[in-house]
């Protein structure tokens, strides 16, 4: 425990997501000891973020604009909306430069403990975009844990009424990870999701 200012530095700090007390800490000294550490760029950039940063008009990614990037950009496929859970999903999935499809951010998961039921996320807004027709594959790549699984099986069910293809991202073993560390359903899915090695 510090004094004053600085501990209340460091308990905000601590309240970001991934930053434990430890963190906080370490951030909070780097600050103090780094004389050319710019605190004012800081502290402006925060409040940019905060006024000009919203949530795409189509599909709910961030964007200083009504629309955003990936969805003003025309060369983008039409047919395929790629759903994902938060915005930060999509930026991963560009990293990869393997798709060139749209994009849905549902603004969550389905999580009952968190009382997170469908309603709160945009699914809605995922059936307006379908409903023109001109969307033929819709790829749910939510996380890999109870609440992902959850949402993508219950869209799952609510798209087989149209006639809309439904994929979901394939999951199995990491690259360079060992076969007696992976537990059951990781295993299960690399079963499942297995190619020809030809």
Do not use: W
């Not at 530095?9 to 007390?21: A, Q, S, W, Y």
């Not at 000294?29 to 950039?45: G, K, M, N, W, Y």
């Amino acid at each position: 425990m510090y004094d004053g200012i600085v501990q209340e530095l460091i308990d905000e700090f601590g309240r970001l997501p991934g930053v434990g007390p430890k963190s906080a800490q370490r951030i909070t000294f780097h600050i103090l000891q780094t004389p050319s550490f710019d605190v004012s760029r800081l502290a402006e950039l925060l409040a940019e973020v905060r006024n000009r940063v919203r949530f795409c008009e189509i599909c709910g990614n961030v964007s200083e604009q009504e629309r955003c990037a990936i969805c003003r950009d025309a060369r983008r496929n039409q047919t395929i909306i790629c759903v994902v859970e938060d915005a930060k999903d999509v930026a991963a999935i560009e990293r990869t430069r393997e798709f060139r499809g749209l994009y849905h951010v549902l603004g969550g998961s389905i999580s009952p403990i968190a009382n997170r039921g469908p309603d709160d996320l945009r699914i809605t807004e995922l059936m307006g975009r379908l409903a023109d027709g001109t969307v033929q594959e819709v790829i749910l790549a939510t996380n890999p844990n109870l609440e992902g699984e959850a949402t993508a099986t219950y869209l799952s069910r609510l798209l087989t009424s149209m006639s809309i293809q439904v994929t979901r991202l394939a999951s199995g073993l990491p690259v360079g990870g060992d076969l007696e560390y992976a537990d059951e359903v990781t295993l299960g899915r690399a079963f499942e999701g297995r190619r020809s090695a030809i």
